[in-house]
């Protein structure tokens, strides 16, 4: 299992940014998606899942309407479409697998920084 | 505020045992088998190593041993190593497809 991150970026207050993230290794069609961040210094977050199919989507609170997680099953990648950064949003953003987390990413960087 | 909680910190000598709580709610760890704890080192990527309360993942060392009573899931790392000094996370399902996290138990090899 290999899941890879990419699309942090430095942007600023109010910026969209899209991060992806590329699987291999297993059947990513038949598994849920998780996004997990990590504000600086601090705990995980769960941050958003996605069914296998794509067709249902759960978010934390604190993203809900400002964020969107996506999928291709085709080409084996997951999404994190995220609109109105704010600086809390400042954190390391994993991609796993299931909603178990058994395999995680390395993680993108986001900072949200005037 | 995390959802589950666990002690900020925790501590043993090299071969000693120690055990991590996490403490839910009847909506989240005492109601469902989805408890897993995660192993992460300084700078790097968490890493799964007991999911469904007590299962290791291949590669695991069966040092490492989970279980739960009522809202409690706890983490038993039995002799202890230099290795095994990281940041430790519990996360349950908690319905309706969401996942809660514990903030995190710093375990110190003295």
């Known amino acids: 299992v290999l899941l890879v991150e990419s699309g942090g970026a430095l942007v600023q207050p109010g910026d969209s940014l899209r991060l992806s993230c590329a699987a291999s290794?297993?059947?990513?069609?038949?598994?849920?998606m998780t996004w997990v961040r990590q504000a600086p210094g601090k705990g995980l977050e769960w941050v958003a899942n996605?069914?296998?199919?794509?067709?249902?989507?759960y978010y934390v609170d604190s993203v809900e309407g400002r964020f969107t997680i996506s999928r291709d099953n085709a080409k084996n990648s997951l999404y994190l479409q995220m609109n109105s950064l704010r600086a809390e949003d400042t954190a390391v953003y994993y991609c796993?697998?299931?909603?178990?987390?058994?395999?995680w990413g390395q993680g993108t960087l986001v900072t949200v920084s005037s | 505020q995390s959802a589950l909680t666990q002690p900020p910190s925790a501590s043993g000598s090299p071969g000693q045992s120690v055990t991590i709580s996490c403490t839910g709610t009847?909506?989240?760890?005492?109601?469902?088998?989805?408890v897993s704890w995660h192993q992460q080192h300084p700078g790097k990527a968490p890493k799964v190593i007991i999911f469904?309360?007590?299962k290791r993942p291949s590669g695991v060392p069966d040092r490492f041993s989970g279980s739960k009573s009522g809202n409690t899931a706890s983490l038993t790392v039995s002799g202890l190593q230099a290795e095994d000094e990281a940041n430790y996370y519990c996360?349950?399902?908690?319905?309706?497809?969401?996942?809660?996290f514990g903030g995190g138990t710093k375990l110190t090899v003295l």
């Open positions: 796993a697998r299931r909603i178990t987390l058994d395999s």
């Open positions: 290794g297993f059947a990513f069609s038949s598994n849920w």
């Open positions: 996605i069914k296998n199919d794509g067709s249902e989507k």
């Open positions: 009847s909506s989240d760890v005492g109601t469902y088998n989805y």
């Open positions: 469904e309360v007590n």
């Open positions: 996360t349950s399902y908690a319905g309706n497809s969401k996942v809660v």
